[in-house]
């Protein structure tokens, strides 16, 4: 069993940074690919960025292309996601999940592929 807490959010001004963490607990981190999802009320949940077990592999979204950014650190069992120049669409509670895969250069941006989840984060991007 994994569990995944996500943390880092809150309210910032338009064309300010957050950055979420996500940890994990579990002592093979590194075979899980991670994801970054978020959902805005009404909306379904989308993939904003994915990495796979050994980090070389990533995805992210075109909506934020160039503002954002994943990354993990393997030996904090963390995984983070860097958002820069956010903008108010860019509001929607964040979810991290994972999925084990003996692929290390696996990941998926699919919901549905995704085992784990955490709790959720919100973030407001507002004036």
């Known amino acids: 069993q994994v569990q995944l807490v996500e943390s880092g959010g809150g309210l910032v001004q338009p064309g300010g940074s957050l950055r979420l963490s996500c940890a994990a607990s579990g002592r093979t981190f590194s075979s899980f690919a991670m994801g970054w999802f978020r959902q805005a009320p009404g909306k379904g949940r989308e993939c904003v960025a994915a990495i796979s077990g050994r980090g070389r592999d990533t995805y992210t979204s075109d909506s934020v292309k160039g503002r954002f950014t994943i990354s993990r650190d393997n030996a904090r069992n963390t995984v983070y996601l860097q958002m820069n120049t956010l903008k108010p669409e860019d509001t929607a509670v964040y979810y991290c999940?994972?999925?084990?895969?003996?692929?290390?250069?696996?990941?998926?941006?699919?919901?549905?592929?995704?085992?784990?989840w955490g709790q959720g984060t919100q973030v407001t991007v507002s004036s």
């Open positions: 999940a994972g999925v084990h895969s003996v692929y290390g250069t696996y990941y998926s941006t699919t919901t549905s592929d995704y085992d784990y």
